[in-house]
């Protein structure tokens, strides 16, 4: 490497010799039978999510996903990613989720979802990311520490 004398030949050397990074290029990406496949995780459940054209049928652990998420606003979750790319009804969601409560799973189903429809028609990417469905939510629950009664809290103090 060359010595350096000045703050010019410094700038010089790094714009000189640095190539320009391009923008990543996003591919679609489909299986022979014509699905895309994405895993999507929230809290300790994971979802194996495949999206496909067809009518708007999601399908959760084999059941119609209305009768596995009873509750108004875990439907209303998973339904967002499609709602918000305005594909209702374009597309048959089939996945399998393990692990967690019902709030953890509504949530990966709702990330996987929103995966697999970026591979399926990258377009939709930036619709997706605007709406935060693309992050992986990291939160989980702390541990508990020893010599505590939770993680965080101690047990009852009394001086007497």
């Known amino acids: 490497m060359a010595e350096l004398n000045s703050l010019e030949e410094?700038?010089?050397?790094?714009?000189?010799?640095?190539?320009?990074?391009?923008?990543?290029?996003?591919?679609?990406?489909?299986?022979?039978?014509?699905?895309?496949?994405?895993?999507?995780?929230?809290?300790?459940?994971?979802?194996?999510?495949?999206?496909k054209p067809g009518t708007g049928k999601i399908t959760?652990?084999?059941?119609?996903?209305?009768?596995?998420?009873?509750?108004?606003?875990?439907?209303m979750v998973v339904?967002?990613?499609?709602v918000a790319a305005a594909?209702?009804?374009?597309?048959d969601v089939v996945c399998t989720?393990?692990?967690?409560?019902?709030?953890?799973?509504a949530g990966a189903v709702r990330h996987g979802i929103s995966?697999?429809?970026?591979?399926?028609?990258p377009g939709l990417r930036p619709v997706l990311k605007k709406g935060g469905f693309l992050t992986r939510d990291s939160r989980v629950v702390e541990r508990k520490k020893y010599g505590k009664a939770k993680a965080r809290r101690s047990f009852q103090f009394s001086k007497r």
């Open 10 to 51: 410094l700038g010089a050397s790094v714009t000189g010799t640095e190539p320009e990074q391009e923008a990543p290029v996003h591919v679609r990406k489909v299986d022979e039978q014509g699905r895309s496949y994405a895993t999507g995780k929230r809290k300790n459940a994971i979802a194996r999510v495949w999206v």
């Open 87 to 91: 594909r209702q009804g374009q597309f």
């Open 79 to 82: 339904q967002q990613p499609v």
């Open 97 to 105: 989720v393990v692990g967690g409560g019902l709030s953890g799973q």
């Open 115 to 121: 995966k697999a429809l970026t591979y399926f028609e």
């Open 60 to 75: 959760v652990n084999g059941r119609d996903f209305v009768s596995y998420f009873a509750r108004p606003v875990l439907q």
